[in-house]
């Protein structure tokens, strides 16, 4: 590693820290050429044990020591010559805008993300975020994923940016451990018409959540995915579509998907927020909710 210390912000070194929003970072030559900024030591090193490219990283002065480890990976695999920009804690204040709680951040490169039919060519239990726009959302959302073993996350177009440093923040780094990529990537109007035939196509029983009035419960969808494969229910391949926040899942979501499916609630609450209803449904979904469900035998 090369240590440089910073004596001002304004450094046009820094200016991927400093200068760029996350947008410009993202959309600056992508994919290949693409940039996102990971905070905290937990995210950079769960990026780095999944085969992210670092560029650089720029360091509060008294967190060196504590990621001796972690330069140690870096000069193993992607040589010594990666810059680690050093500057005090006052200085990543005004950076970041706020008092990093671990004083680390890091410039990695994105990398092109794989289509929907190599991506989900042997799960059999995806996810589908729709149009959700709150990074912590979607963070939370790639966090259970990662926890409730979800094969595959989806996007629709208008979703917001796992690797945005929010999001990546919130998932503890899962972003990294949870396959995902954008389905419809290259035309908003193919989805949901186009992005569900894919998913069809691909076998999955596309599952709608929402509170409609038609709705199974999340009891019965258990029941169809551990039923006989000879059963006419018996579901094999499962997408799970979540809505964004708010409005939850379009209209014509809904009307497309082959079934929709809500969770039971009491004291007269009417919905969830989308990252819980999301956490729900994985784990009623899950090899480790149907153990904690099935009888106890004599």
Not at 226 to 251: C, R, V, Y
Request: contains cysteine.
């Amino acid at each position: 590693m090369r240590l440089i210390h910073i004596s001002s912000i304004e450094d046009t070194q820094i200016a991927e820290y400093t200068h760029l929003t996350e947008l410009q970072l993202r959309n600056r030559l992508e994919p290949e050429h693409g940039v996102f900024i990971a905070e905290s030591p937990k995210v950079i090193t769960r990026a780095l044990n999944s085969g992210v490219e670092v560029k650089s990283f720029l360091v509060e002065e008294p967190w060196l020591s504590g990621m001796s480890d972690t330069f140690a990976f870096v000069d193993a695999h992607w040589g010594t010559d990666i810059p680690v920009y050093v500057a005090s804690p006052e200085q990543l204040k005004r950076i970041t805008g706020y008092r990093l709680h671990r004083g680390a951040l890091s410039a990695m490169k994105r990398w092109t993300l794989p289509t929907v039919a190599d991506l989900c060519r042997n799960a059999t239990r995806i996810a589908v975020m729709e149009n959700i726009v709150d990074h912590t959302n979607v963070g939370a959302i790639m966090r259970s994923a990662a926890a409730l073993d979800i094969d595959a996350v989806l996007l629709t177009p208008s979703c917001a940016d796992p690797l945005y440093r929010r999001a990546a923040r919130v998932s503890m780094g899962t972003v990294f451990q949870v396959p995902w990529t954008r389905i419809c990537p290259d035309n908003s109007a193919d989805w949901p018409q186009v992005g569900l035939k894919e998913l069809h196509n691909l076998g999955f029983t596309t599952v709608a959540m929402a509170l409609q009035d038609d709705s199974l419960s999340m009891q019965e969808l258990v029941t169809r995915l551990g039923n006989s494969h000879q059963d006419p229910t018996h579901i094999d391949k499962l997408a799970l579509i979540f809505g964004t926040e708010g409005d939850g899942l379009s209209s014509k979501t809904i009307a497309q998907t082959d079934l929709t499916v809500k969770i039971a609630m009491g004291h007269g609450v009417d919905s969830l927020n989308v990252a819980a209803s999301s956490a729900v449904a994985f784990w009623a979904t899950s090899d480790i909710g149907a153990q904690a469900s099935a009888p106890i035998s004599d």
